[in-house]
DNA sequence: CTGAAAGCGCTTACAG
DNA sequence: CTGAAAGCGCTTACAG
């Protein structure tokens, strides 16, 4: 900038003013000064004006696994916002590692970013309480905020699985199981207490062996799945946690003798392609992400008040799998 | 920074040597410091210290759509790379839109991001060169960049094809539709050319009605094969030129009455547990991530050199829907 | 309409 | 071992 100043003969702030096409300058000036900038292909720093600004125009999100076809359209839906605010998206794969987590979100506080949206892998959150304090909006989805209190848009999982066992009781099954991700994961032991709760609804027993929490491998998934199916007292029907878990679960059960009950935690492509459909509890990620991104904003944008909470609620999609009736 | 060193009762430059580990500071001096840096909750702005530094280690990662199920491995494995070298990651999707692809380049370029990765929307990069020439690394990926060298990381496109449509051939087919994305995108047109040599080579003829570009919007897709299926030379198989469209195709193909023989491009979940299985010809979207990250490193890490293209290959991966035999 | 000075928060190059 | 000065590339607050 101090290169095109001196070749037009101007003065820094004058340059500036053309960059930024702020009023009262000469269209001589103007022309003077472009050229200038043409001829030393000049291309202004933002990094330097946000630091002399205050806000930098970006956002971090820090989700599980940019991949994971749940994630994917959140992001997406964030970026959307974040576009339409002009702002750029800095983005983080936690991998469900709380030090990720932390790494990630204090890399992103520390280049000064104006907000955050955290899907959170970590269940204390008071590492963020200073960067909270010093003015990064902060918004929690998908899982809530731990420690502290926050601005967060979820899921009623608990009343999502209600709606599913539910559903699998109405259809005649008595002896149902639930096959969950890792219990230290918020999600996964929200959908647990839902299907604890609407067993007891119906007044139907659990037994233990029919409630299996744990990682989304597959080979656990069809062992522990093989267990529920093959006990002295085999389970008839299956809610299954999430997605991950589900894909493992249909290849399972398509080489099984016996028709078994399905219902799914999280909808996905093809579902209804297959033979029965799947039935599931869809929730809308892209939803997620946008309400989450547009809390945020009104924050930037100077909304106060207390921390902010939004339920989203999931919703039953029939498709063959979840109204098989029992066969013993 | 200032008021730590207020505190602490030291300069500038000896706060900064506690903050970043610098050798040559007394015990009692950093344990002063330390106290004021903790009492201040002061957090050091990596932004400024970049402006100084020169480098922003960032990258900008610009894809077609954050959300598709291809390109989202592709960008986790962009974000692992570039956490390996303690870079941050910016992500944008174009939305196959070039002004878009434009205007995230350039605002990305104007935070200096180090480098970027961009899977082309525009075919014409021009735009590019002064930011290229100012040392802004760049890797082009999945898509050739238009009207500059640079290097590349691209799928053999039509070698995938050819294989696909010659698997095919071999299970008996003569009359072989395809039906691809848009021409004006690269892969969609180098895939279609791959279509035609696969015909050639077997002296089979192509009829024009058995070839269909656009949109990959359900209704399009839909109408266009309910039309090469019912002409008065109906296709008996069809290659399917991505996973978007291999989804509604699979969906108009499951209410057909006839079996008809498919292979899609590009792989994509559950694909086996589909009845029949999907054939398809498979690239790997993380590797073609990984591939073009590792070459932005190099090249940030100094290596020289021209343009560096590399092509990787899709392969076969037979399920059942590629070797249905011709009915009639 | 235009510009010189000070400052955003840090680091570099030097001197003590 | 420590610090004052200058500078990274911009904008703000003023003065003319």
Same mark, same amino acid.
């Given at each position: ?29 103007? /022309? %003077?000064?472009? #050229?200038?900038?043409?001829?030393? $292909?000049?291309?202004?720093? @933002? +990094? !330097? &004006? ?31 916002? /974040? %576009?339409?605010? #002009?702002?750029?998206?800095?983005? $983080?794969?936690?991998?469900? @590692? +709380? !030090? &990720? ?31 909270? /304090?010093?003015?990064? #909006? ?11 209190? !926050? ?36 999600? #996964? ?11 007891? !609804? ?127």
């Amino acid at each position: 900038m101090k290169d095109v100043a001196a070749r037009a003969g101007v003065g820094l702030k004058t340059v500036s003013r053309v960059v930024n096409e702020e009023a009262g300058v000469t269209e001589t000036t103007i /022309a %003077r000064v472009q #050229a200038a900038i043409d001829a030393l $292909g000049f291309r202004r720093n @933002d +990094s !330097a &004006r946000l630091l002399r600004k205050g806000r930098t125009a970006s956002i971090g999100l820090v989700l599980e696994d940019l991949a994971d076809p749940f994630y994917a359209p959140l992001s997406r839906a964030v970026e959307e916002v /974040a %576009r339409a605010h #002009a702002n750029l998206l800095f983005t $983080g794969s936690s991998a469900e @590692d +709380s !030090a &990720r987590e932390q790494e990630l979100v204090l890399a992103f506080c520390a280049r000064r970013v104006d907000g955050l949206i955290v899907v959170p892998a970590s269940d204390d959150h008071r590492y963020l309480e200073p960067e909270m /304090a010093a003015g990064v #909006a902060t918004v929690f989805v998908d899982r809530p905020a731990g420690q502290i209190t !926050a601005d967060e848009v979820l899921t009623d999982n608990a009343g999502g699985v209600r709606e599913g066992v539910a559903h699998l009781v109405a259809h005649g099954h008595r002896r149902i199981g639930f096959l969950g991700d890792r219990p230290h994961i918020h999600t #996964a032991t929200e959908r647990l207490r839902g299907y604890r709760e609407a067993m007891a !609804a119906a007044a139907l027993p659990v037994h233990d062996s029919w409630v299996s929490m744990g990682p989304t491998a597959p080979d656990r998934v069809r062992s522990e799945l093989e267990r529920m199916l093959a006990g002295p007292e085999p389970v008839t029907a299956l809610f299954v946690g999430n997605n991950r878990i589900t894909v493992t679960a249909v290849r399972v059960l398509a080489r099984y003798g016996r028709p078994v009950a399905l219902v799914g935690f999280d909808d996905f492509e093809l579902a209804d392609l297959l033979r029965p459909g799947i039935s599931v509890i869809a929730q809308d990620p892209a939803l997620l992400g946008r309400t989450a991104a547009r809390l945020l904003f009104r924050r930037l944008d100077g909304a106060a008040g207390p921390p902010h909470r939004v339920e989203l609620s999931g919703h039953l999609i029939a498709r063959g799998s979840g109204e098989i009736p029992p066969t013993h």
